[in-house]
C-alpha cells in the first residue's frame, strides 16, 4: 500500500481521535482527517503547528516518519520508531557484527548501481552517457579507485552545467537538490527501521556526527531521482532561486515515482523498503547481493 506524505505550512493543531489524524485549522477551526495507518511522511514546516504526543506515538506505531523543518523552512530532524521489527534485537545484532569485507561488497553494489542510474539520467536528457557506463562496471570492492566521484563530476557538467559545483552549501540548484535529498533520507530511514535495522550504523559513511549512516549509503542509487525531479522541475518553470512552496509539493511526488526493483516495478517508497530489507539479509547470511533500484524513464 502507498503511504500518504501530508505536509503542513500553515499553522494547524495535530490530534488524535479514534485512530484517525485530526487536522483543525488554528484560523477557521475547520477539521479534516486522516487514518493514521494511511500515513507514511508528516512533514512540519511552520512552527506554529501543535502536534500531540498521542499522534507522535501512533504514527511511530505505524512506522511514519515525522519530518519537523527548520527556521529556513529545511528538512532537519525526523522522529522515528525504535520497536517495528519481531525480530528486533536479533537484527541489530547482526548488523553490528557485519564483517568489514561485507560491507565493502555491499559499497560496491550500491555504487556500481548509482553511476547505472546516473548514466540513465543523462541518456534521458540526450546526454552523452558511455563514460559513466565504463566508470560503472570499473567499480571495485568498496569503490577503492574513487569511481563515484569520477563519474559525479563528469554527470555534473553534463546534466547542470561544467562550471556548476556540487556542495551541500553552493549555489542554486543545490538548494533544491538538498531539500529533495533530505526528503530521500527520511524516507531512507523509514524504510530501514521498518526493516528493523538502526539507520545510524552505516556500511561506508561513518562520521561521527552523521545520526543516519546507513540512511546516508542507501539512499545513493535513489538519488537520481532527485536529480531527475529537480531537473524537470527548471526545465518547467522559470527560473527561481527559492525552494517554493510549488517546489516542495512537487519533489514530494518522488517518493510514489516508478521504480524498476527486482524485475518488477514499484513505487519508489515500496522500493526503499524492498532494498532495506535485502540488506537486513544480507546481514543476516540469507544472500550476499542487495536488491538496488533501476531508473526508468
Known amino acids: 500500500m502507498i503511504k500518504r506524505t501530508l505536509f503542513f505550512s500553515n499553522a494547524v493543531c495535530l490530534t488524535l ?7 483543525q485549522n488554528k484560523e477557521t477551526c475547520n477539521e479534516s482527517s486522516v487514518p493514521i495507518e494511511d500515513i507514511g511522511f508528516l512533514i512540519i514546516e511552520n512552527n506554529q503547528v501543535y502536534v500531540s504526543i498521542p499522534v507522535i506515538n501512533a504514527l511511530a506505531q505505524n512506522n511514519a516518519s515525522v519530518v519537523f ?14 520497536d517495528c521489527n519481531n525480530i528486533q534485537n536479533q537484527l541489530f545484532a ?7 569485507p561485507t560491507k565493502k561488497k555491499c559499497w560496491k ?4 548501481q548509482k553511476i547505472k542510474n546516473q548514466a540513465k539520467i ?10 559513466l557506463k565504463k566508470y560503472a562496471n570499473d567499480v ?13 563530476k563528469i554527470y555534473w557538467d553534463l546534466l547542470i552545467d561544467v562550471d556548476w559545483e556540487r556542495t551541500r552549501y553552493g549555489e542554486y540548484p543545490n538548494n533544491l537538490l538538498n531539500y529533495g535529498y533530505a526528503i530521500l533520507r527520511a524516507a531512507t530511514a523509514r524504510a530501514l527501521t521498518g526493516s528493523g535495522l538502526l539507520p545510524t550504523f552505516g556500511i561506508h559513511h561513518h562520521n561521527k556526527y552523521d545520526a543516519y ?15 531527475d525531479e529537480v531537473v524537470e522541475y527548471i526545465n518547467q518553470n522559470e527560473i527561481c532561486e527559492e525552494v517554493t512552496t510549488e517546489f516542495k509539493r512537487q519533489i514530494l511526488n518522488v517518493l510514489t515515482r516508478d521504480v524498476l526493483i527486482g524485475n518488477v516495478t514499484r513505487p519508489l517508497m515500496i522500493a526503499l523498503t524492498i532494498t532495506s530489507s535485502s540488506l537486513a539479509k544480507i546481514f543476516s547470511g540469507e544472500t550476499e547481493n542487495l536488491t538496488l533500484p533501476e531508473f526508468v524513464k
Do not use: G, W
Not at 109 to 112: E, K, R, S, V
Open 69 to 82: 523543518c527548520n527556521e529556513k523552512h529545511l528538512p532537519f530532524s525526523m522522529n522515528l520508531p525504535l
Open 109 to 112: 553494489q550500491i555504487i556500481m
Open 140 to 152: 571495485k570492492t568498496d569503490d577503492s579507485t574513487n569511481r563515484e566521484a569520477v563519474a559525479a
Open 94 to 100: 547482526a548488523q553490528i557484527q557485519a564483517t568489514v
Open 17 to 23: 481521535r479514534n485512530k484517525q489524524l485530526v487536522i
Open 122 to 131: 543523462l541518456e534521458k536528457y540526450n546526454l552523452n552517457s558511455i563514460q
Open 213 to 227: 549512516a546507513l540512511a546516508d549509503d542507501i539512499m545513493e542509487p535513489y538519488r537520481p531521482y532527485i536529480d
